[in-house]
Structures are given as C-alpha cells and as structure tokens.
C-alpha cells in the first residue's frame, strides 16, 4: 500500500501528479492534514515504483472524493445529534404537554364515534357523549341511533344460536379492545417516567418533516412497546403507535392514533384505530364535535 499524507507525498507522486510539498485538500467539514493518511494499493505503482500518470490521478481523486464525502457525512450527523436535546430533556417537555392536554380537555365536552368491522364489514357504530365529570373520571352517556334495517330474513333455530354466539364473541374483544384504548390513550406521564428511569426510552434523529420519535419499550405489559412522535421544536405529542396484545400473545394488536389541535391550543386524540388481526376486528374511533362546558 502507498500512504499519501497532507504534506508527506512520495516524491514520485509528488512530481508526476504536481503536488506541492505544502499542499492541503479542503472539503467541507475535513482538511487533510499530515496526520491523516490515504492507503492506495500497491498495484497502482508500475515499473519499479514509477507511477503512471493519468491512472493514479484518476484513482487517487476518486479515493479521495469517497473519503472526503464520508468524513463530511460524519460531520453532518455528528452536528445534527448534537444539537438534538437529551432524552431527559424531551421526557420532560412531553409530561408538561400530556398534563396540559389533559387539563385542557376537561373544559370540553365532545362525540366519540365507535365503528365495528370484521373482515373490512361494518358490524356496529355506536355514538357516545363524553365529558369529564368534577372528581375527573371520564364520563360516556350513550346517543341512542334510529337500528340499522334488516336486510336479510333473520336466521332460525341452530343458525340463530350460532350467529348469536359469534355477536357474543365480537361484543367480548370490542370490549377488551376497547378496555386496552384507555390503557395507553392518553399516554400516562408517570409510566413515561418510569420507564426513563428504567433506561426503556429510545430517541431517533429528526426527521425531514420535523419529527423525532420515542419509543418505550415494556410501557404497559412485557414485550409492548409504544412510540410518541414529537414535533422537534415544540415538543407537541403529534402520533402514537403501539403494538400490544389481549390476553394472548398471539391475539396481536396494533393501535394508532393521530392527534388534533383545538383553538385554544388544547391537544387530543381525533382518531383511534385499533386492529385486531387474530380475530379480523378493526375498531375506529373518532373525537368530534368539541365545545365548552358551561360553569
């Protein structure tokens, strides 16, 4: 190998290629200096260490451009993870937003629509009126909906009995499914502490569209996982993501949640889906409808 150095060049090197004996290479974010060494193969030197020309130039600038470009990518990914906040730091912005999104939904009152489906069929939609009552407990008051007609004869005997079982079967894991929503929407700030503390918080960079992601591992159960997408500016909570299970590991499921912003600032779920794929069950649940409670 023929080691190439910022002011150490080889004088055959030196003299067929015209480098100067204080020559320096700039590219942004690198200079080469006479500590930093390029290793060429020994196969570009011919003739007794006579090195041609026009083939050494054309290795040795296309080595070159390939090391420089590296080093500059280093450089770019080494200043943008520095300028990113700790974790800590962004643990900390994002309790203080739940807690004030929290506190801002309880002047609200609003409507959650339910919907139903199994295999991609809408088996049910159910409205609710929902409201925080004074000790803070989440209140749901049913709106009664005009029954969907029956379209097909209604079923007899053994049939009757098995369609009923199967409608038993769906209200169980709706139930549960739902059941399970609460448990990880809202995000709880003291399970978001606990599992900082317990070094079960990952960060990735910021993304194009301004976004950098915390993923928790173990937020609920052993073997779930959540993930927070943040705005990287303001901290605001903008998605969620969690892959969990029911009561069987395989009963898999995969919640998310995209997040809307009311006019006074107030942040809170808009929309909610649920998949169950064990069972075909697909559960959407959307907030609307958004107004004041009266004093």
């Known amino acids: 190998m023929i080691r190439l150095r910022g002011s150490g060049f080889p004088a055959a090197i030196k003299s067929e290629c015209g480098f100067s004996k204080r020559a320096q290479i700039e590219s942004p974010g690198h200079l080469l200096q006479k500590e930093d060494t390029i290793l060429l193969p020994k196969s570009w030197l011919l003739r007794g260490n006579v090195v041609q020309k026009t083939v050494l130039k054309q290795k040795f ?53 339910t919907t139903v ?18 000790d803070g407990d989440l209140q749901k008051v049913p709106i009664e909906t005009e029954p969907q007609s029956e379209g097909r004869r209604k079923p007899r005997g053994i049939r009757k009995r098995v369609v009923e079982h199967k409608k038993e079967d769906i209200a169980d894991a709706t139930t549960q499914a739902v059941a ?19 070094g ?5 960079p910021q993304d194009s569209a301004g976004r950098i992601k915390l993923t928790i591992a173990d937020y609920l159960k052993p073997g779930d996982s959540m993930t927070l997408s943040l705005d990287s500016v303001s901290n605001a909570l903008l998605g969620i993501e969690v ?32 998949d169950v794929k064990s069972q075909n069950l697909s559960i959407h649940i959307s907030n609307s409808g958004h107004q004041k409670l009266t004093p």
Do not use: H
């Open 61 to 113: 600038v296309r080595t070159l451009l390939f090391l420089l470009a590296g080093a500059s990518a280093c450089a770019v990914a080494q200043t943008s993870s520095e300028s990113q906040p700790p974790v800590e730091e962004r643990v900390a912005a994002l309790k203080a937003s739940l807690q004030a999104g929290l506190a801002g939904q309880r002047a609200y009152e609003w409507i959650e629509t």
């Open 117 to 134: 489906s199994i295999k991609g069929e809408k088996k049910s939609r159910t409205q609710n009126r929902c409201y925080y009552a004074i």
């Open 180 to 198: 399970l929503v609460k448990e990880y929407i809202p995000p709880v700030p003291e399970r978001i502490q606990k599992a900082k503390d317990e």
């Open 200 to 204: 079960k918080i990952s960060m990735t």
């Open 243 to 274: 892959a969990t299970f029911m009561e069987k590991a395989k009963d898999t499921i995969v919640l998310t949640a995209d997040l809307a912003t009311l006019p006074d600032g107030t942040i809170y779920p808009s929309t909610i889906i649920l």
